[in-house]
């Protein structure tokens, strides 16, 4: 478990690097984006909100009848592209800005995948697992609007 955890937070901080206010999150989506083809997750894509979808399935390849379980974690963070992105470690503790809202939470959707892959555990269905844009502010929650739009009230959860 303490290399999961290390793992997530060596993520994490990799995330908390590329500077992503809302309205301008594509390079933390693109990030995103080839982590989810890294890990193999199936129809990976960004839309037109920005949001960057992945799916892993029962059955690689191919879709379930049964209703799709989503995961999300927002990209966007409220601070400006130039604000100082550096990172201080003391004993267990890194502190930065935007470490904790939101690149823990990106990190953690792959914590969760890794979590699940390494105990064999089957979620069954669908998982779906989205970076979402435009959470913070004036945002209004546009990138998980988009997310609705896109799936609709037929989800699990």
């Known amino acids: 478990m303490t290399n999961t955890i ?3 937070v060596d993520l994490a901080i990799r995330i908390q690097q590329i500077p992503a206010p809302t309205f301008d999150e594509s390079k933390r989506a693109e990030f995103v984006r080839k ?5 193999g997750l ?6 037109e909100a920005g949001n960057v979808y992945g799916r892993l399935s ?3 390849g191919q879709k379930s009848k049964e209703k799709p379980l989503i995961v ?3 990209l966007d963070t409220v601070f ?7 990172i201080r470690r003391e004993d267990d503790k890194v502190f930065g800005i935007g470490i904790g809202d ?4 990106v990190a953690a959707v792959f914590g969760l995948i890794w979590m699940l892959r390494e105990r064999s ?7 779906w697992y989205v970076a979402n844009t435009g959470e913070e502010g004036l945002g209004d929650l546009y990138g998980m609007k988009a997310v609705v739009d896109r799936f609709g009230s037929d989800v699990l959860a």
Do not use: C, Q, T, W
């Not at 982590?35 to 890990?39: A, G, K, N, P, T």
């Open 6 to 8: 290390d793992r997530i």
């Open 35 to 39: 982590l989810f083809e890294s890990e």
């Open 42 to 47: 199936n129809d990976v894509s960004i839309d």
């Open 58 to 60: 029962k059955v690689e």
């Open 72 to 74: 999300s974690a927002h």
């Open 80 to 86: 400006p592209l130039d604000m100082d992105l550096s």
């Open 102 to 105: 939101n690149s823990l939470g």
């Open 121 to 127: 555990i089957d979620l069954g269905g669908e998982n």
